[in-house]
């Protein structure tokens, strides 16, 4: 019997133990200081987060974070000085490159449209190039928004919307603090989910896709978590035939993508 192996999304290859170094960030990408981070806040710019010192107390910073329900983490100075080396005081905002879109507005106005609608939810996928390479891939196959969580997914920074070669203009994001309710929130719309996974020996292709959907894409490092997993109405694998035991996760996406294209007769038109 021919020994066929089925892919789950985690990178590529077998791991390795190393110390990354640091990404750059550019400073086009965060405001720092006191005042400067509470007028980004009183802005109606979308923030990806924003670091404070571990010891500091910065309460109407905070106060309005919460308010925007903006992820605020707490740092080491050493994070902070990394980021930049001027008078931070205490506090850095990253800003994002693009305007968030509400889920429930995507969906409705697919449905207005007449379109059957696909979303694209990545869960956890971290590797800012994988994302823009990932989006630039949704927007030429005509997918109708992605899904990120608040926490644990890539900065939409500039190197995101240059990896995408300006498919972040055009494609809307959604930011979503719980996946598992935003992907009920799709079941309750007519949406299936098929979650793209090597727990699986179903592979992609022998599952119907031609109605509503949402596909799943997991971590770079440990693929779907095991809630989402629990939540995909199916699950499918994409065969590998050689001797690596994955693909990355932008070029698997693509494969989900465009069996979605053949199975709804959208190449031909």
Known sequence: MENRKH??????????????PAPKVNPEDFVFGIQSVLELLRSEKDIEKILVH??????????LARQRRVFIQRVPSERLNRITG???QGVIAFVSSVNYALLSNVVAEAYEKGKTPLILILDRITDVRNFGAISRTAEACGVDALVIPTRGAAQINSDAMKTSSGALSFIPVCKENDL???IEGLQNSGFRIIGCTEKTSDVYSTH?????LGIVMGSEEDGISDS??????????I?????????????AAGVMLYEVIRQRGEAES
């Open 7 to 20: 892919h789950g999304v985690k990178g590529g290859g077998p791991k390795r133990k190393f110390h990354k």
């Open 54 to 63: 571990k010891d500091s107390n910065h309460e109407d910073i905070e106060t």
């Open 86 to 88: 001027k008078n931070h």
């Open 180 to 182: 598992t309710l935003a």
């Open 208 to 212: 119907e896709l031609s109605g509503p």
């Open 228 to 237: 989402i997993l629990r939540k995909c109405d199916m699950l499918g694998s």
């Open 239 to 251: 065969p590998m035939l050689g001797k690596v035991g994955s693909l990355n996760v932008s070029v």
